[in-house]
């Protein structure tokens, strides 16, 4: 079993930046397909970013493209989300999530983080 406990939401500005953290527990984290998603207020969660076990292959929504970067280190297991300018549609709650390799669903997620931008 894996546990994700993310980190590093708060209230910034538009313009600002932020850095999100997600701590996993467990051997398996470097085998893990790593994403970010959210969910604003009254809307369904999306995705945002992911990222593959090695850290080689990363992919983005188009609402986040050149602003939000993913990255992780395995040595500390751990997964990042880089965000950068900042908008007030960017508002959210942001949960990471753990897919195991040929699983067609998220497996593991944590328990979320507010970001809030304001105007």
């Known amino acids: 079993q894996v546990q994700l406990v993310e980190s590093g939401g708060g209230l910034v500005q538009a313009g600002g930046s932020l850095r999100l953290s997600c701590a996993a527990s467990?051997?398996?984290?470097?085998?893990?397909?790593m994403g970010w998603f959210r969910q604003a207020p009254g809307k369904e969660r999306e995705f945002v970013a992911a990222?593959?076990?090695?850290?080689?292959?990363?992919y983005y929504a188009d609402s986040v493209k050149g602003r939000f970067t993913i990255s992780r280190d395995n040595g500390k297991n751990t997964v990042y989300l880089q965000l950068n300018n900042l908008k007030p549609e960017d508002t959210a709650v942001y949960y990471c999530?753990?897919?195991?390799?040929?699983?067609?669903?998220?497996?593991?997620w944590g328990q979320g983080t507010q970001v809030t931008v304001s105007s």
């Open positions: 990222i593959s076990g090695n850290g080689v292959n990363t």
């Open positions: 999530g753990g897919r195991r390799t040929l699983s067609p669903k998220y497996d593991y």
């Open positions: 467990g051997r398996t984290f470097s085998s893990l397909h």
